[in-house]
């Protein structure tokens, strides 16, 4: 009997089944993520069905028109070895192939695949995990801020138009759309810092996600001027939601190590992040947690 792959883009009754399999490779779907993916390129996630099962997932997310961004690459277990990878790949690199970048971060075994398709390594992305529940806050955190002329803001009273700002000058592309939907997800946590002229001076948010067993909590993104600011910002969002926390922090900040070493991180993973076209000539010295591996 003959097989037939169809690749549709993702309706939302497939989230459920998206969503499962990144648990299971241990992705650590954050609550609501896939939604937010699909509600910022409608066309850009795609699910593989063999005769109307489900078997594999990808997407290929424009920001605009110079910068997109490929993840959410799954095939289903018992279907690998097959092509259907393969197909998928092809057609999220052809919905993306006129921008003049493309990026995506990839398990150290796919490097030399990636390479073959014209990406090329820019620097190495590392998740680390915090376990407790100890207390992180001290007066030193509130006397560090308030010397400096910063309030903590929480939710609803947080400016979007500063912290979009702030964002847009940090990441390879201007994420307005995006960004709003990540924020105000109900989800979690976001917290940012902001001085008495609206300026922003860092931000970050906490979220619930699936690990391979059980639950626990993702941080990104998480930007700030500072190593202690982003430190302070940590802090506090931990301190809100002990447990088992990830944030994956990007190499080529070169001040995130020493900062998360010394709360009590530890590595447990690597990715490379790696870019087809013009890489984006922005500095991520301020960037110490992306916002998630599949969106860059």
Request: proline share 7%.
């Amino acid at each position: 009997m003959k097989t037939s792959l169809a690749i549709t883009p993702l309706e939302s009754s497939d989230i459920s089944q998206v969503t499962l399999w990144a648990r299971v490779e241990g992705f650590a779907p954050g609550v609501g993520d896939v939604d937010i993916y699909r509600h910022t390129d409608r066309q850009g996630l795609w699910l593989a069905r063999l005769d109307n099962k489900p078997v594999g997932c990808i997407s290929g997310v424009r920001y605009n028109s110079n910068y997109g961004f490929i993840g959410m690459f799954i095939v289903a277990p018992p279907y690998r070895g097959n092509g259907y990878g393969l197909a998928l790949w092809k057609h999220s690199l052809e919905y993306l192939n006129d921008l003049p970048c493309i990026g995506l971060e990839a398990a150290p075994d796919r490097i030399k695949d990636y390479s073959n398709w014209g990406f090329l390594p820019s620097s190495s992305t590392t998740r680390w995990e915090w376990k407790g529940n100890s207390n992180l806050l001290s007066e030193e955190w509130d006397l560090y801020r308030e010397r400096h002329g910063l309030q903590l803001f929480e939710g609803e009273s947080i400016s979007a138009r500063a912290v979009q700002d702030y964002d847009a000058y940090r990441e390879p592309s201007p994420r307005p759309h995006f960004l709003s939907d990540w924020l105000q997800h109900p989800a979690g946590t976001v917290l940012a810092l902001g001085d008495r002229n609206g300026q922003c001076h860092g931000f970050g948010r906490i979220r619930p996600c699936l690990l391979n067993k059980g639950k626990g909590w993702r941080i990104g993104p998480l930007l700030a001027d500072t190593p202690k600011l982003a430190e302070l910002l940590l802090r506090h969002l931990i301190n809100q939601h002990p447990g088992v926390v990830l944030i994956d922090s990007p190499g080529a900040n070169p001040y995130s190590q020493k900062l998360l070493n010394g709360i009590g991180f530890h590595s447990v993973s690597n990715t490379m992040r790696m870019y087809r076209g013009a890489q984006p000539p922005i500095s991520l010295n301020e960037v110490y947690g992306l916002a998630c591996l599949e969106l860059g």
